[in-house]
């Protein structure tokens, strides 16, 4: 069952990354490339050179979690860069395959 949702903290990691790598490989990268700890309960975002394929690796209760989608047609355009943490809304846009070219976000006023 997909588990993952805006409660959740996304990394990208700003490499490409080989898709051959499961759990063990994917958790090397993470502890030594990205610098963050696998078993935290965030998730991370791995895309490969052509930008067709993208894996999440998730920690949950018991243990690895690993999502895989491959595109058919088109590439993911990745949002942010580095490893640094991405938006749900901008991991959503990713999957679904929509490039925002520019956001413009509006202040938001609070009535007291």
């Known amino acids: 069952m997909f588990s993952l949702g805006s409660s959740h903290r996304f990394y990208l990691y700003a490499g490409h990354c080989d898709m051959r790598k499961s759990f063990d490989g994917l958790c090397g990268v993470v502890g030594s490339l990205m610098q963050r700890q696998p078993t935290s309960g965030e998730v991370f975002v791995f ?66």
């Open 47 to 112: 895309l490969n050179r052509r930008g067709t394929h993208m894996k999440l690796l998730h920690w949950e209760k018991g243990g690895f979690v690993l999502y895989y989608k491959r595109l058919e047609s088109g590439t993911f355009s990745p949002a942010g860069s580095g490893d640094g943490e991405l938006p749900w809304s901008d991991l959503v846009l990713m999957v679904e395959g929509i490039h925002v070219v520019e956001s413009i976000r509006k202040k938001r006023y609070s009535l007291l």
